[in-house]
């Protein structure tokens, strides 16, 4: 049986099909939602919110929101937060205990291991694979990243039991999960517009539904944009409040020390001013007099003064929407909001009301919403598992990239194989010839992205691929680039693979 999985920035869930509906997969403390924090503490990777009590005693290795890291480059320059460092093979990487550094996905997969043992505790056998979803407008290092991180739980587990478990990744779009988990697979046709906002991630995404078929037309996002944001706001202006009433106890190491508890009541005041007008910020003995007296870090905030603030992230939220619909207008110059059946508000953020307002002014429609809009993507892997496996053979899906894959060419051009829009799975064929005499191999560039100049677009892979040396210009080596069912891309010649996996293996 594949389950669902929701690796999200904020919290995580799995999902199994019981025959008759998707359903929420409990921890052992009875919740269905597991938190994505992991905490070193003692030699111990704790997740969820074990981590975040062990966290309150030691801030400086509870590490969150690692999600959007996945498949990052460290850079120097860049401020991705004092725990981060640069790991093996350039990677961005935590800083743990002893100098020890974890990468994105290796966090990424003690939380995947407690949703699995769950499932086996749930199931009482082991799935036999999961479908893992992702962020639509994850480019493909992401995407790889965080299927190595499933691999990786799976590894763990091996190891522990002393079986080898068959175990199959399928990898699936947030918003199309969304729809599948609002029950759009029935006869009658509908035009559904999704907003996924989590804690890391945006997606958007417009989709028709009918006949037991869920059909992806565009779909848009932001990796940097997320529930983290709108608490790194409110952080960075309690930090700042704080520098201005107390600089005698401004220590930049205390800071450090104390981002990740900060970080942590940032969210739940944001939480709290979803439900309230105002939420008291609080963190007991954040610093300490020059006398030994404990000074607690205690501000009220209003609503109207975090909406304020945060008004320019919205607007990005908005941006994003608006691109959606020009690429939907497109692909049918006739078509506008008023068209749209529905419009799906999923993710935790999407609590917020100014969210809900914000999208309800711009589509000039009351979107739909759930009661738990953090389960909805769990729930649709969930769904998609039973129809990989069998047990749901009256739906399918047809899903689309949501960039460009190419080749780089002569003059730092890209070359345009699938473009962004391309269904799953597709496939096109081209050729490569010599530039030079006597070249004995081809180099191959393979890229992502919607520049037209290749050294801003995403470098995938390099590749050589040997040839017989003759004059320039009359080598012809025909390839064949595809997307396969869950959107990973490859690039064949003849019977080998330069790039991607070889899905005959």
Same mark, same amino acid.
């Given at each position: 049986m594949l389950i669902g999985l929701d690796i999200g920035s904020t919290n995580s869930g799995a999902a199994w099909f019981d025959g008759k509906a998707a359903r929420m997969i409990d921890l052992a403390d009875s919740s269905s939602i597991l938190p994505s924090v992991v905490t070193i503490s003692d030699g111990v990777c704790l997740v969820g919110r074990d981590a975040i009590d062990a966290?309150?005693?030691?801030?400086?290795?509870?590490?969150?929101?690692?999600?959007?890291? =996945?498949?990052?480059?460290?850079? !120097?320059?860049? +401020?991705?937060?004092?725990?981060?460092?640069?790991?093996?093979?350039?990677?961005?990487?935590?800083?743990?205990? /002893?100098?020890?550094?974890?990468?994105?996905?290796?966090?990424?997969?003690? %939380? %995947?291991?407690?949703?699995?043992?769950?499932?086996? /505790?749930?199931?009482?056998?082991?799935?036999?694979?999961?479908?893992?979803?992702?962020?639509? /407008?994850?480019?493909?290092?992401?995407?790889?990243?965080?299927?190595?991180?499933?691999?990786?739980?799976? +590894?763990?587990?091996?190891?522990? +039991?002393?079986?080898?478990?068959?175990?199959?990744?399928?990898?699936?779009?947030?918003?199309?999960?969304?729809?599948?988990?609002? &029950?759009? +697979?029935?006869?009658?046709?509908?035009?559904?517009?999704?907003? !996924?906002?989590? &804690?890391g991630t945006l997606d958007v995404s417009y989709i028709q539904s009918g006949g037991g078929n869920t059909q992806v037309k565009t779909t848009n996002g932001i990796r940097d944009c997320g529930g983290a944001d709108w608490d790194r706001m409110l952080a960075d202006f309690i930090i700042s409040m704080w520098r201005t009433e107390h600089p005698e106890l401004t220590d930049p190491a205390t800071r450090d020390a104390a981002m990740s508890l900060i970080m942590t009541e940032a969210e739940d005041v944001k939480k709290r001013l979803s439900a309230k007008t105002e939420a008291l910020f609080r963190i007991d003995d954040f610093d300490r007099e020059q006398d030994g007296t404990d000074v607690h870090l205690s501000y009220t905030i209003t609503r109207k003064a975090f909406e304020e603030m945060t008004a320019p992230l919205v607007r990005r939220v908005l941006g994003a929407c608006q691109i959606a619909m020009e690429d939907a207008r497109r692909l049918d110059a006739n078509f506008s909001a008023k068209d749209l059946h529905d419009i799906l508000l999923v993710g935790g953020m999407t609590r917020m009301p100014s969210i809900q307002e914000a999208v309800k002014t711009f589509f000039g429609k009351t979107p739909s919403k759930r009661e738990n809009p953090e389960q909805v993507v769990a729930l649709g892997a969930a769904i998609r598992g039973a129809m990989l496996d069998g047990r749901r053979p009256d739906l399918s899906i047809n899903d689309i990239s949501s960039h460009t894959l190419a080749i780089e060419v002569s003059g !730092?051009?890209?070359?345009?194989?699938?473009?962004?829009?391309?269904?799953?799975?597709?496939?096109?064929?081209?050729?490569?010839?010599?530039?030079?005499?006597?070249?004995?191999?081809?180099?191959?560039?393979?890229?992502?992205?919607?520049?037209?100049?290749?050294?801003?677009?995403? =470098?995938?892979?390099?590749?050589e691929h040997p040839i017989e040396p003759v004059p320039a210009k009359t080598a012809r080596v025909p390839l064949v680039a595809r997307l396969d069912a869950s959107g990973r891309p490859s690039i064949m010649v003849a019977d080998r693979v330069l790039y991607g996996e070889d899905e005959a293996a």
């Amino acid at each position: 049986m594949l389950i669902g999985l929701d690796i999200g920035s904020t919290n995580s869930g799995a999902a199994w099909f019981d025959g008759k509906a998707a359903r929420m997969i409990d921890l052992a403390d009875s919740s269905s939602i597991l938190p994505s924090v992991v905490t070193i503490s003692d030699g111990v990777c704790l997740v969820g919110r074990d981590a975040i009590d062990a966290g309150k005693r030691s801030p400086a290795f509870m590490f969150r929101n690692w999600k959007r890291q =996945l498949g990052a480059k460290w850079h !120097d320059m860049e +401020d991705t937060g004092y725990q981060t460092c640069e790991g093996p093979n350039g990677m961005l990487a935590y800083r743990g205990p /002893d100098d020890h550094v974890y990468l994105p996905e290796e966090l990424y997969s003690y %939380v %995947v291991y407690e949703l699995i043992r769950a499932a086996q /505790d749930k199931l009482g056998e082991m799935p036999t694979g999961v479908v893992l979803c992702v962020p639509a /407008d994850f480019i493909e290092s992401q995407r790889e990243a965080a299927e190595r991180a499933v691999h990786l739980a799976i +590894d763990r587990i091996r190891g522990e +039991d002393s079986e080898v478990y068959p175990f199959t990744v399928e990898l699936m779009h947030e918003p199309t999960a969304a729809a599948l988990a609002y &029950g759009y +697979d029935s006869k009658k046709a509908r035009r559904i517009f999704v907003v !996924d906002l989590g &804690g890391g991630t945006l997606d958007v995404s417009y989709i028709q539904s009918g006949g037991g078929n869920t059909q992806v037309k565009t779909t848009n996002g932001i990796r940097d944009c997320g529930g983290a944001d709108w608490d790194r706001m409110l952080a960075d202006f309690i930090i700042s409040m704080w520098r201005t009433e107390h600089p005698e106890l401004t220590d930049p190491a205390t800071r450090d020390a104390a981002m990740s508890l900060i970080m942590t009541e940032a969210e739940d005041v944001k939480k709290r001013l979803s439900a309230k007008t105002e939420a008291l910020f609080r963190i007991d003995d954040f610093d300490r007099e020059q006398d030994g007296t404990d000074v607690h870090l205690s501000y009220t905030i209003t609503r109207k003064a975090f909406e304020e603030m945060t008004a320019p992230l919205v607007r990005r939220v908005l941006g994003a929407c608006q691109i959606a619909m020009e690429d939907a207008r497109r692909l049918d110059a006739n078509f506008s909001a008023k068209d749209l059946h529905d419009i799906l508000l999923v993710g935790g953020m999407t609590r917020m009301p100014s969210i809900q307002e914000a999208v309800k002014t711009f589509f000039g429609k009351t979107p739909s919403k759930r009661e738990n809009p953090e389960q909805v993507v769990a729930l649709g892997a969930a769904i998609r598992g039973a129809m990989l496996d069998g047990r749901r053979p009256d739906l399918s899906i047809n899903d689309i990239s949501s960039h460009t894959l190419a080749i780089e060419v002569s003059g !730092d051009t890209a070359a345009i194989l699938l473009p962004k829009g391309s269904a799953f799975p597709s496939e096109v064929a081209f050729s490569l010839t010599n530039e030079n005499d006597n070249q004995r191999q081809l180099s191959l560039r393979v890229i992502q992205g919607e520049a037209h100049r290749a050294s801003v677009c995403e =470098l995938l892979a390099s590749a050589e691929h040997p040839i017989e040396p003759v004059p320039a210009k009359t080598a012809r080596v025909p390839l064949v680039a595809r997307l396969d069912a869950s959107g990973r891309p490859s690039i064949m010649v003849a019977d080998r693979v330069l790039y991607g996996e070889d899905e005959a293996a």
